[in-house]
T-cell receptor
């Protein structure tokens, strides 16, 4: 079955630590995205990538970094520079002009 | 952003019909999408409109008026499992982003 996987589902981090969230897709989609969702709020775009080895900042990129070395993978690193990282993180992918497909999400909690 | 507005909350009765509105402002437009999101889960795609008019998919229909910057999602024969957040999203012509509204939290009551 084609789809998007994210791991882990739940992640706990101590303040000051970097952490990397995994996102893999086997849909052969060119574009991949990372969103952040806070309670009662919509999706806010962190980073997106339209092709391998290229990515652009979204609306809230500060404190985050990404890489796109393979078409299937788009990991997100939450750095210690992100002051309020506790949130639900969603990865998505699409083929241009079509709907986005979402992974199951990772809930990050900073202790 | 694309100034996407949706009501924050709605309540409707099981078996009834509910209409969730979405207005948007964008300089160029390449499609309007509706997603359903249950609490703690990922959004799932419901419908897509790029031309004016009504798209029907079983109990769900979506309408678009490009000249008015307006869309609605119509849910018929409401079931308890329809309690969820409904997200309106716009894809502009330029760039490759989606812009999401903050979502409408729908509660279906017996």
């Amino acid at each position: 079955d084609g789809g998007i996987t994210q791991s882990p589902k739940y992640l706990f981090r101590k303040e000051g630590q970097n952490v990397t969230l995994s996102c893999e897709q086997n849909l052969n989609h060119d574009a991949m995205y990372w969103y952040r969702q806070d309670p009662g709020q919509g999706l806010r775009l962190i980073y997106y990538s339209q092709i391998v080895n290229d990515f652009q900042k979204g609306d809230i990129a500060e404190g985050y970094s990404v890489s796109r070395e393979k078409k299937e993978s788009f990991p997100l690193t939450v750095t210690s520079a992100q002051k309020n990282p506790t949130a639900f993180y969603l990865c998505a992918s699409d083929q241009r002009n079509n709907e986005q497909f979402f992974g199951p999400g990772t809930r990050l909690t900073v202790l | 952003g694309q100034n996407i507005d949706q009501p924050t909350e709605m309540t409707a009765t099981e078996g009834a019909i509910v209409q969730i509105n979405c207005t948007y402002q964008t300089s160029g437009f390449n499609g309007l999408f509706w997603y359903q999101q249950h609490a703690g889960e990922a959004p799932t795609f419901l419908s897509y409109n790029v031309l004016d008019g009504l798209e029907e998919k079983g109990r769900f229909s979506s309408f678009l008026s490009r000249s008015k910057g307006y869309s609605y999602l119509l849910l018929k024969e409401l079931q308890m499992k329809d309690s969820a957040s409904y997200l309106c999203a716009v894809r502009p012509i330029t760039g490759n982003q989606f812009y999401f509204g903050t979502g409408t939290s729908l509660t279906v009551i017996p």
